[in-house]
């Protein structure tokens, strides 16, 4: 660039690209052809999905046929569009939802260069992703409800138009702290907690979407897209208002999770998510005193509870999961989806047990064995799903053929238990070992094990709960317990 | 817990090896520690200071050699060996849910000292964190972090403390006092093993220096 030259945000982003064309050293046509046997799986795995979720939704239709249980798919697919508006505003409240790379923030916002163009095309990216997604969540859930074609299609692009719009208003915020995202995201997930409530209670209002098909629908997705389209231009507006300070923090922290998921290390993932949630909040009141010895880290669990109390309300909140399940009459999958839900959100409960098992220098600190730590850590995390356990048992009891507490108890500890060894297996994983031999593969060489690093977790719960799904009563139990037993042992002994 | 000998050290280490493949690191170092000296290593970079410390501590797997405390092998898995060895090393790391009193405090009270809030309470205001007690670790600076490092260190029962540059990222008077600290230290009866580059460091606390660059 010549001095004197005009510089503007085309010019510089056109410089960049050639810069970036000039290293490519590959087309997109030879990367393709490298990548064929990834493009054949990613056909083969679609169709067989695809499949899946016909059949399932034919299983789901005839198992389903009573009016309440009608009812509750109904609702449960309005729920679903409330909780992906309510899923966007927090992801946008979380990463921006406009950011930039840190080294874009250190050599391009620096620049006097209008930023209103360099943003734009973030915002429409980040709006675009939102669409995608709440569109894909929402034509999901509305498959599997039995929901019409059309309704499908009408649905899918009415999530996807307030997915982008819950975006855009997020960078409208953006400006004045993203307050306004952060009332809008506890607001919208309030009321998809509290809808999901009714429909575990059978309480429910009557809805339908019927109308979503016809003119009426069609007439509110026109609404809602002009609205949408407003919001576009008042978001654009703003975005000269952004501080480079607003753009920076959320660029940093998906560049940490992109290395994180291009590694498939998920808890490498969940120790920055961790990470970051505690050090927005930089202090917190003191507790000490306590019990010595082991009773000191159990101990400061109990005070970790007490502080976390979102991940608390996660965990309570995975309680409708089993009841809203057993209300929509999928009895045969209330074990499983009861052990997810536990997991999912169970997982957040364990931040000393991934802190502990990742970190040899703060093990060599503690006067006790690597065993004894890892026990000590997962008492409390044992205990919060031992209660929720007990509490998920009466939905769980309508998997179980004989409904006795004898029967039914036994299942909901094993299905409780289950969530607390995947947690384990999940948290306490090795990191990809780059030093042991490659494997190659058309993405180029990764280590053994990479791949099914994505499945850790996710492998011992399917283990476990595959007694109780074969033997829904005590002596299925009692078998995925002593799995569970065997599987622990070998977790905290582990090296 | 081993029964000391009169005759051995507090720590003993022959014919320490650690090989990475065919690039030789450490090719038979032998040293020992008594209680209440210290023994500095020191040497340019890539000498094989910190891997000696990180065999002798645990974290690594020497190639071969022996590492004795008190004239029994060392195991860095027995409890007895953590609670007598004090490590502060690059890879130690917090709890990032956990204040900086809170980190004293658990590990304080982990090893069932004597009057933990007395001791904790000394401990802050030795290391010039008592403002940042309440404070996440995520929030505290590199040089703040090393204090709390070193913290963890003297809140514990120890008798003998590893030290890995310990005077990295800390300012003139944080060197000053850590000085003074592993002084009294070793004046209190405690082996200490240390690896520096700062030279006032070393000549104030060491009573003795082997060079692994000489080697």
């Known amino acids: 660039m010549t001095a004197g030259a005009e510089v503007t945000a085309r010019s510089l982003r056109r410089q960049m690209r050639e810069w970036r064309r000039g290293r490519a050293d590959t087309t997109l046509y030879e990367q393709l052809s490298d990548a064929y046997i990834w493009v054949f799986s990613i056909v083969v795995i679609g169709a067989m999905a695809i499949s899946a979720l016909i059949q399932t939704r034919v299983g789901i239709a005839t198992g389903c046929t009573a009016g309440p249980c009608e009812d509750a798919r109904t609702s449960l697919v309005w729920a679903s569009v409330a909780g992906v508006v309510a899923v966007a505003l927090a992801a946008a409240q979380a990463v921006g939802p406009v950011m930039v790379t840190p080294a874009t923030g250190a050599w391009l916002l620096t620049t006097p260069v209008d930023r209103g163009p360099l943003l734009r095309s973030r915002l429409l990216l980040a709006a675009l992703t939102s669409a995608i997604g709440c569109g894909a969540v929402v034509a999901l859930t509305t498959l599997l409800a039995g929901s019409s074609p059309a309704a499908i299609v009408a649905l899918a692009l009415l999530a996807a138009v307030l997915g982008s719009a819950a975006v855009l208003a997020a960078a409208m915020w953006q400006a004045s702290g993203g307050r306004g995202t952060r009332r809008a995201a506890t607001a919208t997930g309030a009321v998809t907690t509290a809808w999901m409530l009714l429909i575990a209670l059978d309480r429910a209002p009557r809805t339908s979407d019927d109308w979503s098909a016809g003119i009426t629908g069609w007439i509110v997705l026109g609404v809602a897209a002009v609205a949408a389209a407003a919001l576009v231009v008042v978001a654009v507006g703003r975005l000269t208002m952004l501080l480079r300070a607003q753009l920076v923090p959320g660029g940093s922290l998906l560049a940490s999770l992109s290395g994180a998921l291009a590694g498939l290390d998920l808890t490498l993932a969940y120790d920055v998510l961790v990470a970051r949630r505690w050090r927005n909040r930089a202090t917190v009141r003191p507790v000490r005193g306590g019990p010595g010895g082991v009773g000191a880290l159990i101990w400061r669990d109990v005070v970790r509870l007490r502080r976390s109390r979102g991940a608390v309300t996660a965990l309570a909140a995975s309680l409708l999961v089993p009841y809203v399940v057993a209300r929509l009459g999928l009895d045969g999958v209330i074990v499983l989806a009861s052990a997810l839900a536990a997991f999912l959100t169970g997982v957040w409960l364990c931040s000393a047990l991934r802190t502990t098992g990742r970190n040899p220098g703060l093990m060599r600190s503690f006067p006790m064995t690597l065993a004894t730590i890892r026990t000590a850590t997962l008492v409390v995390p044992a205990g919060a799903l031992a209660v929720w356990s007990l509490a998920a048992a009466p939905a769980i009891a309508h998997a179980v053929p004989d409904t006795r507490p004898g029967e039914v108890v036994p299942v909901a500890i094993a299905t409780g238990a289950a969530a607390l060894g995947a947690t384990a297996r999940w948290l306490l994983a090795p990191a990809p070992d780059y030093s042991q031999p490659l494997v190659s593969s058309p993405a180029g060489a990764i280590p053994t094990g990479l791949i099914g690093s994505v499945f850790r977790g996710f492998d011992v719960l399917l283990l476990l709960t595959v007694p109780l799904l074969v033997a829904p009563r005590a002596d299925g139990a009692l078998v995925s317990l002593a799995l569970n037993a065997g599987v622990m042992a070998f977790l905290v002994h582990r090296r | ?215």
């Open chain 2, 1 to 215: 817990m081993p029964e000391p000998t009169s005759s051995s050290p507090l720590l003993r280490v022959r014919d320490l090896c650690r090989h990475f493949g065919d690039l030789h690191v450490l090719t038979d170092l032998d040293l020992d520690v008594e209680s209440g000296r210290a023994l500095a290593l020191v040497g340019p970079n890539g000498s094989g200071k910190t891997t000696a410390l990180r065999c002798i501590a645990g974290a690594d797997e020497a190639t071969s050699g022996t590492i004795e405390l008190d004239g029994a092998p060392l195991d860095e898995r027995s409890a007895a060996t953590r609670r007598d060895l004090a490590v502060v090393m690059d890879d130690l790391d917090f709890f990032p849910d956990l204040s900086v009193v809170e980190h004293l405090d658990l590990l304080a009270r982990a090893h069932r000292v004597d009057d933990p809030d007395g001791l904790v309470d000394r401990v802050l205001a030795d290391v010039g964190l008592e403002h940042q007690a309440a404070q996440l670790p995520g929030t505290l600076s590199s040089g703040q972090r090393r204090r709390l490092a070193l913290a963890s260190a003297f809140v514990r029962p120890r008798r003998l403390l590893i030290l890995d540059e310990p005077e990295q990222r800390l300012d003139v008077d944080g060197l000053a006092w850590l000085a003074d600290r592993l002084v009294a230290e070793k004046a209190d009866g405690l082996g200490i093993l240390l690896v520096s580059h700062d030279a006032a460091l070393v000549e104030a606390v060491a009573d003795e220096v082997l060079d692994l660059g000489l080697l």
